[in-house]
């Protein structure tokens, strides 16, 4: 029998050193290249993560832990949301050095079971299509929610 994990996991690589990837998390003029239209972000622990991804479409908690360039832990939520509210999951991203950059890994812990599908589809759209691009210096194009 396989022990079932308590979060949902996404992967990506990045042609991108750790240092570029971290920022990318970090600095709300490089986090609305790959999501959203507006951020702000205060990258300290207690300090801020907010971001519109559109249409008033806003996710927002706090940063808990940075270790520069190698993980960073944020609260997670929708404003708005009965389920996922402001705060009440949180996200540990995970940046390891990789022979052409960085292999990035998303770790979401603390979703409901019914969240968890559409929340790794949004995860995987972002870093597949937007990240990748934007943080090896490419332009992702216009922002556009998943299966828009």
Not at 67 to 82: A, C, I, N, Q, S
Request: charged share 20%; net charge negative; aromatic share 10%.
């Amino acid at each position: 029998m396989q022990a079932q994990t308590s979060y949902v996991e996404c992967q990506v690589a990045i042609a991108a050193s750790p240092e570029t990837v971290f920022s990318f998390f970090t600095d709300p003029v490089k986090m609305v290249k790959w999501q959203g239209i507006a951020a702000r972000l205060s990258p300290e622990p207690n300090g801020e993560f907010w971001c519109d991804l559109e249409d008033g479409v806003v996710m927002s908690g706090t940063f808990v832990e940075l270790d520069p360039f190698k993980r960073l832990v944020f609260t997670f939520g929708w404003e708005g949301h009965p389920v996922v509210s402001p705060g009440s999951t949180q996200v540990e991203v995970l940046f390891d050095d990789a022979p052409e950059g960085t292999l990035l890994t998303v770790r979401h812990h603390g979703l409901p079971a019914e969240e968890q599908e559409m929340h790794k589809g949004g995860w995987t759209f972002y870093l597949e299509n937007r990240l990748v691009i934007a943080a090896a210096g490419g332009d992702p194009g216009p922002h556009r929610k998943p299966g828009m």
